[in-house]
């Protein structure tokens, strides 16, 4: 299995996002880099020149790109700045990755891979996305392993599975800017806010316990999902890459150690408390790889219930 680093999904402005992507690119071992921006059209850090000026600054690295887009394109602009970033991919040969169908529909007839906010839940959609270009699927987060499984062995060799395995889920979008409303800002006036937060702005319960991750326009988990002790089982499923997504700090250590893993040079145990450390002792989550609630952390061994049995 190759490891994919996924586009960031928060605003580390121009510098910043081309510096950790350079980094990622010639200090690490990822093997495919996603770059884009997916939440925010206000926050587009690179315009589609700019990627295609970062894409060949990375390629001595030997990664493989994809330029990422919106996952909710919700006006014309943001239609105008779909095409430029299909364009700009095409004008390289790097292939797209479409996080809504209008991107799925501008990049018809090229490479493409169908992103993780594309709702891929059954084999008929497979086939459509593999009849217009797709050559791999990003399967959504909220599919277990015994779903994401089942479409892999449908799907056939024309397409690659790859499943998100480290990182906050990313859960919904909206046309509404949650940071901004958090600072009684309106979204035309956000004074982007959400670049305050380089890792999300944690919501809490009434009880004060952090639940989800604001990040402008998108609810990501407050909780890692982390699948790092399920390797031999996505092995045997037949997953062909493994999603990272890109946190702000320590994410050259969180590569290697699941290229490590990879590689057999550690087991589940040493790998999953090297992790644990990196995110300072806080619980990860992995329900849904197992049919459970999200937020859920299953134990290694622990079977889980039959996906539409009762949740005790």
């Not at 990627?51 to 919700?74: D, H, N, Y």
């Not at 790092?228 to 946190?247: C, K, W």
Request: a negative charge.
């Amino acid at each position: 299995m190759r490891i994919s680093l996924g586009p960031s999904p928060f605003d580390w402005g121009k510098n910043g996002f081309k510096n950790y992507y350079r980094k990622m690119a010639f200090e690490t071992p990822v093997d495919l880099l996603y770059l884009g921006e997916v939440v925010c059209s206000k926050r587009q850090s690179l315009s589609a020149r700019e990627m295609v000026e970062l894409a060949r600054e990375l390629a001595p690295s030997g990664k493989e790109i994809v330029f990422s887009t919106l996952g909710l394109v919700m006006n014309a602009a943001e239609e105008e700045l779909l095409h430029q970033v299909a364009a700009a991919a095409a004008s390289g040969g790097w292939w797209l990755e479409a996080n809504d169908m209008g991107g799925i529909a501008v990049g018809e007839g090229t490479p493409m891979v169908a992103g993780p906010h594309i709702t891929t839940y059954n084999p008929e959609t497979v086939d459509f996305l593999k009849k217009v270009g797709v050559r791999r699927v990003v399967y959504p987060v909220e599919l277990s392993a015994q779903a994401i499984g089942e479409l892999i062995a449908r799907q056939g060799d024309d397409v690659e599975g790859e499943v998100f395995c480290y990182g906050k889920l990313p859960l919904t979008f909206s046309a509404r800017c949650y940071t901004a409303r958090a600072f009684q800002l309106s979204k035309s006036n956000c004074q982007y806010r959400c670049g305050d937060f380089p890792d999300g702005l944690a919501m809490r319960t009434q009880e004060g316990v952090p639940f989800l991750s604001i990040n402008g326009t998108q609810t990501l988990s407050h909780r890692i999902y982390n699948l790092v002790n399920e390797v031999d089982r996505l092995e045997r499923m037949g997953v062909g890459v493994i999603r990272l997504s890109p946190q702000s700090e320590r994410m050259e250590e969180i590569v290697t150690v699941w290229h490590e893993r990879l590689q057999r040079r550690i087991g589940d145990e040493e790998a999953w408390r090297r992790l644990l450390e990196i995110n300072g002792g806080v619980p990860f989550c992995n329900g849904y790889f197992h049919g459970r609630s999200g937020l859920e952390y299953v134990e290694p061994g622990v079977s889980p219930p039959a996906i539409d049995a009762p949740v005790g």
